[in-house]
């Protein structure tokens, strides 16, 4: 499974983006998918994950009512919409793909390679 994230880019405080995670080759529409984000100098953080068919969510208290998650498995794509953007939103946005029983003990296997979102004050 390879995934492609892509729509980071630069934004105002208070703006909005979307960004997109791409699963190609043997793309398994049961598989979780996570958004991650690692800003400079600082630990990678978790931001969101769906499980298999968008049922259910997990999100980052620290995003909350802030992000959404959601996937389209006709497009074999994820999204993770970011509205009200602050500052300390700025980062490199990455999406993992992987198996678990509980959306917050995803092992997640693949991983894409990663899209910047900048937020400007």
């Known amino acids: 499974v390879q995934l492609q994230a892509s729509g980071g880019g630069l934004v105002q405080a208070g703006g909005s983006l979307r960004l997109s995670c791409a699963a190609s080759?043997?793309?398994?529409?049961?598989?979780?998918v996570g958004w991650f984000r690692q800003a400079p100098g600082k630990e990678r953080e978790f931001v969101a994950a769906l499980n298999d068919y968008g049922r259910n969510t997990y999100i980052s208290a620290s995003v909350k009512g802030r992000f959404t998650i959601s996937r389209d498995n006709t497009k074999n794509t994820v999204y993770l919409q970011m509205n009200s953007l602050t500052f300390d939103d700025t980062a490199v946005y990455y999406c993992?793909?992987?198996?678990?029983?509980?959306?917050?003990?995803?092992?997640?296997?693949?991983w894409g390679q990663g899209t910047q979102v900048t937020v400007s004050s």
């Open positions: 993992a793909a992987g198996f678990g029983s509980r959306l917050s003990n995803i092992d997640y296997t693949y």
């Open positions: 080759g043997r793309a398994d529409s049961r598989l979780a």
